[in-house]
């Protein structure tokens, strides 16, 4: 069995509001911020605009699917998407609700990218939610999810969310919801994009992990015996662009580290598209020959620098892969 994979490459940017210098005091976000953030991204061509999720973080972070409602108010072009939505910390019944309205609101543009998360424990603690059960809450939300998009009355005999004879109305924008992308590094997780999911979005690994990945996804499709007619593939890619290798390691260094509240400085060098454009355009075609057709940029370094790596990497960066797809 065979993926289909799209033919063209994408570029999204994931970013808007989030803080990241330490927290030494209140943080609010400036509200016309995501007015010229999401102005400057649609002016330069990206594809798309991605935001991550935490309910509690090492540094500030607002919820995911609000700010993609102002995004989508802000752009009518611009494909949107979470990277990811950690859909076992909430019932999937009010999400399915929140989902179909944003994919309504934003003319059917939405990508919804979900995983168990689980690295910061806070998360599960906050929300009432066992660590144990992440994967198997994952599961039954994605089936909830599914079936109370077809707008019509649905009944649901599962271990977590049973529910008998609801509707939901009004249904998503496209027939059946958006499509739904799973993350997640592990076995399982790869199983699960495999059996159950329209894509994938990987973080945290190298091509080489990414082309192993997509092995697996293709061996629990084929052996769940589904046909796909479409299954997209995505890369959240830390990368910073700079005259040199050592000077983009150092700022990406600084920015991970924390916040991963953690030293990022060797996972940087492992995971990270750091250096000259030549450079980071290198990491994305190998990213490209391994199967990744959506590549979600993370450009990291210091806060008012953003908006120069944005146009960098547009000017510089993406010409030079403009060829793979």
């Not at 069995?1 to 490459?9: A, E, F, G, Y």
């Not at 990206?46 to 409602?69: E, K, M, R, T």
């Not at 994952?138 to 049973?162: C, D, K, M, Q, Y």
């Not at 979005?201 to 499709?221: G, H, L, N």
Request: glycine share 10%.
């Amino acid at each position: 069995m065979t993926l289909p994979l799209d033919k063209d490459l994408k570029f999204g940017l994931q970013t808007l509001h989030r803080r990241t210098e330490p927290a030494t005091g209140p943080w609010r976000p400036d509200i016309t911020d995501a007015r010229t953030l999401v102005g400057l991204i649609d002016r330069l061509g990206y594809d798309s605009l991605w935001v991550g999720d935490h309910v509690a973080f090492a540094i500030p972070i607002l919820d995911p699917l609000i700010q993609l409602a102002q995004a989508a108010v802000l752009s009518d072009r611009l494909m949107l998407g979470t990277g990811i939505y950690l859909l076992p910390l909430r019932h999937p019944g009010p999400v399915a609700k929140q989902v179909a309205t944003l994919d309504l609101l934003c003319g059917g543009r939405l990508i919804f990218g979900v995983g168990v998360g689980g690295e910061f424990k806070t998360d599960y603690a906050v929300s009432g939610v066992p660590m144990n059960e992440r994967g198997a809450r994952l599961n039954e939300s994605i089936e909830v999810l599914r079936a109370l998009w077809r707008g019509e009355t649905v009944s649901h005999a599962g271990r977590f969310f049973p529910f008998d004879d609801i509707t939901m109305q009004p249904a998503p924008h496209r027939p059946g919801g958006p499509p739904i992308w799973c993350g997640g590094r592990s076995d399982a997780a790869l199983a699960r994009a495999g059996r159950m999911a329209d894509g994938y979005i990987s973080y945290v690994v190298t091509p080489e992990m990414f082309a192993d990945s997509m092995r697996k996804i293709t061996a629990a499709a084929e052996a769940a015996r589904r046909e796909v007619t479409r299954f997209g593939t995505g890369h959240l890619l830390f990368a910073r662009i700079d005259d040199s290798y050592e000077k983009a390691l150092d700022a990406a260094t600084e920015t991970l580290s924390v916040r991963y509240a953690m030293d990022f400085r060797k996972p940087a060098m492992k995971y990270c598209a750091l250096g000259r454009p030549e450079d980071v355009a290198e990491k994305i075609a190998q990213f490209h020959a391994a199967g990744c057709r959506h590549v979600v940029m993370d450009l990291v370094g210091p806060y008012e620098e953003r908006d120069q790596q944005i146009e960098w990497f547009a000017k510089e960066v993406r010409p030079l892969v403009a060829g793979l797809g």
